[in-house]
T-cell receptor, first 114, second 118 residues
Framework: GAVVSQHPSRVICKSGTSVKIECRSLDFQATTMFWYRQFPKQSLMLMAT?????????EQGVEKDKFLINHASLTLSTLTVTSAHPEDSSFYICSAADRRETQYFGPGTRLLVL | AQTVTQSQPEMSVQEAETVTLSCTYDTSESDYYLFWYKQPPSRQMILVIR??????QNATENRFSVNFQKAAKSFSLKISDSQLGDAAMYFCAYRRGPYGGATNKLIFGTGTLLAVQP
């Protein structure tokens, strides 16, 4: 149990385009999902907390207009990187919290912006 | 603010031996949760073990166990009978509880890279 999927696993896009990443909890409902960014050999950096049916809460320094988050259902949250630039290239990971509020993580998405 | 410290950037263990990874944290809260996550080269974060602060008994999951010292704010992970598949980055994490929403974000340590020698 407690499986979280993330799609796509890898994406390459041109600078200026937008990219959408999906995060799904497959076998449980998640009222809260989280989006992280991870640089090589570093820990996870929380970008935002996504609550079903309400606006996401962004961490300090994260541009909400650049990283659009939608949590439309109890099993799906999406992160859209708008007008992506090379500096947005990174590894993005989502997690979903179960009813015991333990976070389970998706496999991550490698984004490369050319 | 809460902080999590992992003072061992890298550790190494022989296959079948036991290794302990250290983690300390700082908080003024009395109710919280602690976690160990494993991140192998695939970069998939995997929950290893969870500990509720109100429980005095140390959590165990098969070969993985913790030594939770609440007064000392220490939460070490012991891996027994180490296997090659245990090689990974291990992150210690803290979460306030048991409230919902943004306040329940995980605070991660910087990680310990564990190598398992055959």
């Amino acid at each position: 149990g407690a499986v979280v999927s993330q799609h796509p696993s890898r994406v390459i896009c041109k600078s200026g385009t937008s990219v959408k990443i999906e995060c799904r909890s497959l076998d449980f409902q998640a009222t809260t999902m989280f989006w992280y960014r991870q640089f090589p050999k570093q820990s996870l950096m929380l970008m935002a907390t996504s609550n079903e049916g309400s606006k996401a809460t962004y961490e300090q320094g994260v541009e909400k207009d650049k990283f659009l988050i939608n949590h439309a259902s109890l099993t799906l949250s999406t992160l859209t990187v708008t007008s992506a630039h090379p500096e947005d290239s990174s590894f993005y990971i989502c997690s979903a919290a179960d009813r015991r509020e333990t976070q389970y993580f998706g496999p991550g998405t490698r984004l490369l912006v050319l | 603010a809460q902080t999590v410290t992992q003072s061992q950037p890298e550790m190494s263990v022989q296959e079948a031996e036991t290794v302990t990874l250290s983690c300390t944290y700082d908080t003024s809260e009395s109710d919280y949760y602690l976690f160990w996550y494993k991140q192998p080269p695939s970069r998939q974060m995997i929950l290893v073990i969870r500990q509720e602060a109100y429980k005095q008994q140390n959590a165990t999951e098969n070969r993985f166990s913790v030594n939770f010292q609440k007064a000392a704010k220490s939460f070490s992970l012991k891996i027994s009978d180490s296997q090659l598949g245990d090689a990974a980055m291990y992150f210690c994490a803290y979460r306030r509880g048991p409230y919902g929403g943004a306040t329940n974000k995980l605070i991660f340590g910087t990680g310990t890279l564990l190598a398992v020698q055959p």
